[in-house]
């Protein structure tokens, strides 16, 4: 569901902003945990709308007002994982990490554990594969979304998407190696 904006003259207001809150605030906050899963999501998704209030000239020329929103998303969550790293480098911030999600009470354990895998798997991804992968395979944006989102040719997308799909393959294939082992079963005991 987009925002409809109908001439470049109108100007955006609060309203605009509010409506494209209740039709993305939820997927947003679901892409920031992934992308900055030491951060708290809440937060960085009051900071996503805190732009696009500020900046309301940029949504009127916004191809789409859902890509432009995750590409605020992507770009603010890695600003502040690079800034706390650099907190915990300098001891800062407490190093521990704080699990942020939520858990839904009817989540079974196979779903906290497949989220947990994910998450893991996609730490050992480049950050600009993990966005594509994150926008893409998770959100569902369309490529060309993801493409505005992150400010890249459509063609980058589809290589970062190859080699980020090949890698968090990988890395849950070795989680699952790991797992076997540690609790002596087989590797064919283990389901891919």
């Given amino acids: 569901m987009e925002l409809l904006l109908t001439t470049m003259e109108r100007h955006a207001t609060l309203d605009d902003v509010r409506r494209l809150y209740v039709a993305h605030a939820a997927e947003l906050r679901q892409a920031l945990s992934r992308l900055a899963p030491s951060?708290?999501?809440d937060d960085l998704l009051q900071e996503v709308f805190l732009v696009a209030i500020a900046r309301p000239e940029a949504l009127l020329v916004a191809e789409s007002p859902r890509a432009w929103l995750y590409g605020?998303?992507?770009?603010?969550?890695?600003?502040r994982v690079r800034s706390s790293k650099v907190r915990r480098f300098f001891g800062l911030e407490?190093?521990?990490?704080?699990e942020t999600s939520v858990d839904a009470p009817g989540r079974t354990l196979e779903q906290r554990d497949a989220q947990r895998a994910v998450t893991a798997a996609l730490a050992s991804v480049s950050s600009a594969k993990r966005e594509a992968f994150v926008l893409f395979e998770?959100?569902?944006?369309?490529?060309?979304e993801v493409a505005q989102a992150l400010s890249i040719p459509l063609k980058t997308v589809w290589t970062r998407l190859f080699h980020a799909r090949r890698e968090v393959t990988a890395?849950?294939?070795r989680q699952l190696l790991t797992e076997a082992r540690t609790s002596g079963l087989r590797r064919e005991e283990i389901q891919p």
């Fill in 138 to 144: 998770l959100q569902g944006l369309s490529g060309e």
């Fill in 39 to 41: 951060l708290d999501a």
């Fill in 171 to 173: 890395a849950v294939e």
């Fill in 94 to 98: 407490n190093a521990e990490r704080i």
């Fill in 72 to 79: 605020i998303a992507v770009k603010l969550a890695a600003t």
